[in-house]
């Protein structure tokens, strides 16, 4: 057999291209496989516990303040300490005229440790203070994860809200086409207006303008769920909403609310405060430093024995009684401190004691209204359309109204579903505030 070059290719040339084709199969085949992998993982609903679990997963904002908590914890252990002691070394009464380092009876080398003690119970107050910095931190830190929490579980609600308004004005959308259809058909054998076939085609105008808008609000609200999960935020949420049964009683939550992660780190502001105040007192105690030094002399006394080395101990005390304005005017500015503190804490006392009443009312004005809704006001609202639409039929009513009747309840279930989604994000505030657990 002749080829078209006029010879036979060669067998290990054959063979090689026909494993390199092999490899790239493979290649395209698993890179075929992960590209199907991330599709179906994106078509996978997003619930509202992974929402959750996803937004709490290494939360930076979290993770920063535990890093100062534990920065805090070891600055307390330094505190705890007492100052590195200081070396000293010397050469002393040196004769610089005439004679040595033996001629001299008072020349001598000296070495010597300096050990400073800081004043009153400085250090075990400075360390007490950094625990309770650190004890407040943490407690921030739990306070954030409160709020990325309810901040997520918002974000989802919201997005989940605007996914269903999508689906029901588009199963909607069919709906209005058979009306425009009907009057076509009714103005086409004289039984209606011109008039009726315009304001039918203006509201499926309408209809396509609501769905772009709805449209714009889903991409919003994907990307505020995408501050908290990610890339996740661009799968479809699930259709259905969290089980929340029932609240406490008020009262409950009002004393579950003085366990709040705030609250309790505003009472470790006000210790840290104290712990100023303890400190500034301290300030009016001396401090003082001990000295021990060894001095070594060569030569000899005029006896002829040899001159004897030399020990020493000291010890310095501040004297603070010329700093009695200072340690007033810091003193005056711990107390002051602590006051704020307090002050502080019962401003956010009280602040979340208000948001606590009111969203507890809020959501169960939300969940009496949901009942009605439930009981009446859909069915009604579904009634009024059909009703409308067989005097329409029947030559007993205006086009006009029928067009009400549908978008009223077109509007009636939507406004059905923002309501169940605002008692369940009222739900996440009062979790947040009264520490429910998820």
């Not at 030569?299 to 002829?304: A, D, Q, V």
């Amino acid at each position: 057999m002749f080829f078209i070059c006029g010879r036979s290719p060669e067998f290990k040339y054959v063979r090689r291209v026909v494993g390199r084709s092999k490899i790239l199969c493979l290649v395209l085949m698993m890179s075929t496989l992960f590209a199907l992998n991330a599709a179906a993982q994106q078509r996978v609903s997003l619930t509202l516990a992974e929402a959750e679990d996803l937004a709490l997963a290494a939360e930076p904002g979290q993770q920063a303040m535990k890093a100062k908590a534990a920065a805090l914890e070891a600055r307390a252990k330094v505190a705890g300490q007492l100052p590195d002691p200081r070396l000293r070394v010397g050469l002393n009464n040196f004769p610089i005229e005439s004679g040595g380092f033996r001629t001299e009876g008072m020349t001598h080398a000296a070495i010597g440790l300096q050990q400073a003690f800081p004043a009153g119970k400085t250090r075990s107050i400075s360390m007490r203070q950094f625990d309770l910095l650190a004890a407040e931190m943490n407690e921030n830190a739990e306070a954030r994860s409160r709020n990325v929490l309810t901040a997520a579980r918002s974000a989802w609600l919201d997005l989940y809200y605007w996914e269903q308004a999508h689906e029901l004005v588009s199963e909607s959308r069919p709906l209005f086409d058979d009306l425009a259809t009907v009057t076509r058909s009714l103005y086409s054998v004289g039984r209606k207006s011109q008039q009726d076939v315009l304001r039918a085609e203006l509201e499926l105008s309408r209809l396509q303008d609501r769905l772009i808008d709805i449209e714009r609000q889903r991409s919003r609200a994907q990307a505020v769920l995408g501050e908290w999960v990610g890339s996740d935020a661009a799968r479809p949420v699930a259709p259905k909403l969290p089980s929340w049964g029932q609240i406490p009683q008020l009262e409950s939550m009002q004393a579950m609310l003085l366990g709040h992660p705030v609250l309790r780190a505003a009472d470790a502001q006000i210790e840290v405060r104290g712990a100023g105040v303890d400190l500034a007192n301290e300030r009016s105690k001396p401090g003082w430093t001990l000295d021990l030094g060894y001095s070594y002399r060569e030569g000899m006394l005029p006896s002829g024995e040899s001159r004897s080395d030399f020990i020493s101990l000291g010890v310095t005390v501040d004297l603070p009684f010329f700093r009695k304005t200072s340690v007033d005017s810091t003193l005056s500015a711990a107390l002051q401190e602590r006051s704020a503190a307090k002050s502080v804490r019962e401003q956010t006392w009280r602040s979340l004691r208000s948001q606590l009443v009111a969203e507890h009312a809020r959501w169960h004005d939300l969940t009496r209204r949901l009942s009605l809704y439930d009981a009446r006001i859909l069915n009604q609202a579904k009634d009024n359309a059909e009703a409308s639409m067989l005097a329409y039929q029947s030559d007993r009513g205006d086009f006009a109204d029928v067009m009400r009747a549908y978008i009223d309840d077109l509007n009636t279930r939507i406004d059905h579903i923002r309501l169940q989604v605002e008692r369940a994000q009222s739900f996440a505030v009062l979790a947040n505030l009264g520490g429910l657990p998820r």
